[in-house]
């Protein structure tokens, strides 16, 4: 079952860093090292894939054959503001709070 | 009303042998038990075991009693709702119900309580169901042992040294330690199908599309369903039976009719072809759990079952496709997840950027962090053609391989898991091998097929392991009753985990 | 040196549905009510799903048939994923590489200073529309005390049109008369109020100038996309800016090797244009298929269906009241604009027996007028239009005088007060008020007859060689014979006195 790649593969800490900011997440230093060789190591083990020949194969984006799935255009009622805002980190009884943005 | 000795025996302890939804429920219609009683055992159970165990995130005993009332002056007035009144069940910590806490096993999401329920939830209580607790899971779904979990471990019933698998690891340790009967999980990639079979009891993942996903808090919308836990294949087909069915508010619900589960369930299936592909029985299965399953396969053929060899040429790649298009959606679907309008929100920030990054940083665990990062690259300029449009083509490959093994099978017969469960802490620093005991699950996910696991035997060493069925869409009848088959030759629901004596 | 402008347009039109596009909340503008109009689905809560409103895609469509669009068979929704305070879900359900609609085409009249020539048309192609989400609403404090902004969710998720525009555009001006056409095109389609004080029409340009060196090179500025633009004026006042600017900076480089694409705010305060703060990367969203929603596939006779949905375009009524009805294009614009039930009432005014430019004249001064002092629109116009076109009729077949006619309807406007008007009143009024003009001359004469036998005074100063004694005695006989025709009146009065004259002499 430890069909794990060499340690030798991995992802440039940099790529780690970019993907990091993309993705809105703080990583420590020990975190990127981590990841740049476990993320390194799973895309290695992801290159399996190249040896299948997928062309003209329409990629598969649900298993539902589903489509045409609409609602009427009714309005239900909407929460209380008081239910909208109870696990709000900060509000001020009307809004979501937020640090400057312009700041 | 004085209640015959059986019943409170039932209620106690030593009644665990008959805890199973369909002998729970017989002892309800006549008489012989009260839900209140049920409720109270799960309590008492709770009380003693969870400590050990650790399913629980949350249990809400008078809420639970209130409506165990509430289904007693039903039956009472013989109003009774159907199998499931008065039976109480665990929920997986990502299902959410109004009022209640739905954490993913998450600091992210520690205190928030959810303003709305799940459709599922929904049904099950319109059935008479009674959810008692918050079942531990590996954070937001991902993992297969409870160790992704920020709040604590969940400790195997049969040995609690070992893991009861994941990601609904509550769900399936809270059955099988018989604190309720049975559980709601969800199954992305084997979440329910892996902990059921580590710790012996039934679990069952639907069709895609079969029950409704709304409320249930995605990590990767396009696999996942929730489906349920129990002692018994009886109560995962009256379970299944409360909540299938097509939810406007799930626009990849599907509607198409459900299936009676449960009126012909104890009929065996005839002339039936179970399929069995050479891949399922290659290399990396561990050789106790290859002579069980192959023992459980032996038990249809004397059944009359015909066994036909057939072959998923695209299986080898289910786990690398998984694991590119989960993260992926993951990536997107965990975006919400930003400090802003609920859940965690850093101390510790000096702009919007840096507040979002805080937030998500420190309040998801390595495991979340590690497929937000993995999905969030595969989707990325430059990168998404090769790894997130090429696993969906090598998806459909996957599917086309179902599809045709279908054309000379009604089931396919496999492991669950490459091997019995194994010890906390084993696997926790090798994400990839960790990744590969999904490797016969995960195909069905990509697939949508529905799929079953049932408890097929002990290893020497006394650890359970599942037999798993998968069956073409939309025939979860055909699957139940295929595995009630295997559970009436083997009755093992009275085996018990050593842990509770 | 010279120099082409090219500017292309997105355009985001809010869709006129009763809910949003994903959820059953409310579109309705509730400004002063924070956060009332959420839901687990808009607020992206965990677990929450979409589910398409069937109508905003209707409406999407419409609008985009309108444009001359085609409409695809087959769509699909993506995620657009980036984190902002008011993008609850993280993502934006937008349309990527398989939109509902592509290949559309308006007709503007090109800029004269462009063109060269007045009355030229500048076509502009429309690259696609298609529909999404909106976000909510972030309010800043603006102090500089670097207070907590504010987030209202209220918006989320409203339905959009976005429809993307060729770089076709060559000046400010003619970017504004697009956005103005566009306007005009969803209004008349119904598919959208175009509210642009409540965010429900806005755009963004992409600008950039082709300059024209002596030495015959050519060289392309970089393209600045000017963000959330909503009023013409701001429109028009930013690419004015904008060109300015880029003229300025690159005017004089004979080699621009800058590629990159910027994205810049306007302020219209100081009317200016400005970089929003730089990104260290390229946005990079990360579209793929929202798994949450399926495909929506649409037959060709779903499309002949709503086809027969799209009212005619403004660009062709407007030909049509010029080339038909004989309007000048400058009346026939002035009616147009004012709106789809305004224009319907001109034709309606037209069909019920009105000369087009006296409907025209009438609908534009003492209609507005009307409208203006009771402050309402010409749906609320209290006389309906066949009323309107009855008594415009009845001027062009000579049975009322002009005066006559517009006494009439403020009579009418003034009735309709107590009662609903129809025609029984009209000749109600008429008669009353002798509105109509007296055809019958043996009745004139005999008025005639009996003022001058009344007024022997002013009679002998005429007959005594005064002429203008002849004036007091048209009025009496006026005011007597309410409606008369005052030329024909004035003649017979005179031909009675002449005879006078000759039976004296
Ligand atoms: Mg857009
Ligand atoms: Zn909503």
Not at chain 3, 467 to 487: F, H, I, K, N, Y
Request: charged share 25%; net charge negative.
């Amino acid at each position: 079952m430890n069909q794990t790649s060499p340690q030798s593969a991995t992802l440039p800490p940099e790529e780690v860093a970019k993907i990091a900011r993309l993705a809105r997440l703080k990583l420590s230093s020990d975190e990127l090292t981590l990841y740049s060789r476990q993320i390194g190591q799973i895309l290695d083990f992801m290159n399996v894939l190249r040896e299948v020949d997928t062309s003209g194969i329409e990629p598969m984006v649900s298993a539902v054959p589903c489509e045409n799935i609409f609602r009427e255009d009714i309005v239900i009622e909407s929460l209380p503001r008081k239910t909208v805002l109870a696990n709000a980190p900060r509000t001020d009884g009307k809004f979501f709070l937020v640090p400057n943005i312009l700041g | 009303m004085t209640l015959p000795a059986s019943s409170t025996a039932c209620a106690g302890n030593n009644g665990l042998d008959h805890w199973s939804i369909r002998e729970l429920g017989q002892q309800l219609a006549k008489r012989e038990l009260t839900s209140r009683e049920i409720i109270e055992s799960s309590l008492t159970a709770i009380s003693s075991r969870d400590s050990r165990i650790g399913a629980f995130l949350h249990v809400d005993g008078d809420r639970a009693l209130a409506a165990a009332q509430a289904s007693d002056e039903r039956r009472a007035a013989g109003q009774a709702l159907g199998p499931l009144d008065g039976i109480t069940i665990s929920i997986k910590d990502a299902i959410c119900e109004v009022g209640q806490p739905a954490t993913c096993g998450s600091r992210m999401l520690k205190g928030y309580i959810s303003p709305y329920s799940a459709t599922a939830i929904e049904r099950l209580l319109a059935a008479g169901a009674i959810p008692l607790g918050r079942a531990n899971l590996d954070e937001f779904a991902m993992g297969s042992s409870s160790e992704n979990s920020a709040y604590q471990l969940t400790h195997n019933p049969w040995d609690l040294d070992r893991t009861p698998g994941g990601s609904s690891s509550g769900s399936a340790a809270s059955v099988a330690a018989r604190m309720v009967p049975g559980s709601l999980g969800s199954d992305t990639g084997g979440s329910i199908r892996q902990p059921a079979s580590l710790c012996g009891v039934v679990g069952l993942k639907p069709t895609y599309g079969r029950v409704s996903r709304y409320g249930l808090v995605a990590f990767a919308s396009s696999l996942e369903q929730i489906g349920p836990f129990s002692l018994d294949v009886y109560g995962a087909a009256a379970l299944l039976q409360a909540m299938a069915g097509h939810d406007p508010h799930d626009a990849t619900s599907v509607n198409e009719p459900v299936d009676d589960y449960l009126s012909k369930l104890d009929e065996p299936l005839k002339d039936l072809r179970i399929g069995l592909p050479q891949e399922y029985f290659g290399e990396g299965l561990d050789s106790e759990v290859r002579r069980i399953v192959e023992q459980a396969i032996e038990v249809y053929r004397s059944q009359g079952a015909t066994l036909v060899p057939i072959e998923l040429p695209h299986s080898k790649y289910s786990v690398a496709t998984y694991y590119i298009v989960a993260p992926s959606e993951a990536s997107s679907n965990l975006a919400r997840f930003d400090g802003i309008h609920y859940g965690y929100r850093s101390p510790e920030f000096t702009d919007l950027e840096s507040l979002y990054a805080n937030s998500r940083g420190e309040a998801f665990g390595p495991e979340v962090k590690r497929r937000i990062m993995l999905g969030t690259y595969a989707l990325s300029a430059g990168y998404a053609d090769k790894y997130y449009v090429k696993a969906l083509q090598i998806r459909r490959l996957i599917r086309q391989d179902f599809d045709d093994a279908f054309q000379k099978c009604d089931l396919i017969a496999g492991p669950v898991t490459p091997t019995p469960a194994f010890k906390l802490g084993e696997l926790v620093d090798d994400p990839l091998a960790m990744y590969l005991s999904d490797i016969y699950t995960i195909a069905a996910n990509l697939a949508g097929i529905p799929a079953i696991s049932v408890p097929a035997g002990w290893t020497a060493s006394g650890l359970p392991v599942g037999l798993q069925l998968q069956s073409p869409v939309f025939t979860e009848a055909k699957l139940l009753r295929a595995a009630r088959m295997l559970e009436i030759t083997s009755p093992w629901i009275g085996r018990l985990p050593p842990t509770l004596s | 040196m010279k120099f082409d402008v090219i500017i292309g347009l997105e355009v985001h039109a809010q869709l006129q549905t009763n809910t949003k596009i994903f959820c059953g909340c409310a579109t309705d503008f509730t400004p002063d009510s924070p956060n009332v109009r959420t839901c687990p689905v808009c607020l992206g809560l965990p677990g929450a799903l979409p589910v398409l409103n069937q109508r905003a895609f209707e409406l999407a469509v419409i609008a985009a048939l309108g444009l001359r669009c085609q409409i695809a068979p087959f769509t699909k929704w993506d995620r657009k994923q980036y984190f902002y305070p008011d993008l609850p879900k993280g993502y934006q359900i937008s349309q990527y590489d398989l939109p509902f609609s592509f290949s559309g085409l308006v007709e503007i009249p090109a800029d004269p200073a462009v063109a060269g020539e007045e009355n030229a048309l500048r076509q502009v192609r429309i690259i696609r529309a298609h529909l999404e989400d909106d976000a909510g609403k972030n309010v800043h404090d603006e102090s500089g005390r670097g207070s907590d902004s504010q987030v209202d969710l209220n918006r989320a998720g409203t339905p959009l049109v976005e429809i993307v525009t060729e770089p076709d555009l060559r000046s400010a001006r003619e970017a504004r008369l697009l956005l103005e056409e566009i306007r005009l095109l969803l209004l008349y389609l119904g598919v959208s109020d175009c509210n642009m004080q409540e965010g429900n029409l806005r755009c963004d340009a992409n600008i950039n100038l082709h300059i024209h060196h002596d030495s015959g090179l050519t060289t392309k500025t970089p393209i600045v996309e000017i963000k959330n633009l909503n009023s013409f004026r701001f429109l028009e006042q930013a690419c004015e800016y904008e060109i300015d600017r880029q003229l300025k900076t690159y005017g004089t480089m004979t080699e621009i090797h800058d590629r990159t694409k910027r994205t810049y705010g306007f302020d219209p305060a100081r009317g200016i244009t400005f970089e929003q703060r730089s990104k260290e990367e390229a946005a990079d969203y990360r579209y793929f298929p929202d798994p949450d929603l399926v495909p929506v596939t649409v037959t060709r006779e779903q499309v002949a269906h709503w086809e027969t949905l799209v009212p005619e375009r403004p660009q062709d009524r407007r030909r049509r009241y010029h080339s038909a009805m004989g309007l000048t294009p400058y009346d026939a614009s002035v009616i147009i604009e004012q709106g789809r039930p305004f224009a319907d009432f001109f034709e309606n005014i037209v069909a019920h027996g009105a000369d087009p430019k006296q409907a025209a004249n009438w609908l534009t001064q003492d209609i507005q007028r009307i409208l203006n002092e009771r402050k309402c629109g010409i749906n609320e116009f209290p006389v309906p239009a066949e009323l309107v076109g009855l008594i415009l009729a009845k001027v062009s077949e000579k049975s009322l005088t002009l005066k006559a006619a517009r006494e009439a309807l403020d009579l009418l406007v003034e009735r309709s007060e107590e009662q609903s008007v129809s025609a029984a009143t009209l000749d109600q009024i008429i008669q009353e008020r002798g509105l109509a003009i007296v055809q019958d001359d043996s009745l004139l004469k005999e008025i005639i007859q009996k003022v001058i036998e009344k007024n022997p005074k002013p009679v002998a100063d005429y007959l005594g060689g005064k002429p203008a004694a002849a004036g007091s005695l048209l009025g009496q006989v006026m005011r007597e014979a309410r409606g008369a025709d005052p030329q024909v009146v004035k003649g017979l009065v005179t031909a009675a006195l002449d005879a006078l004259k000759f039976a004296d002499s």
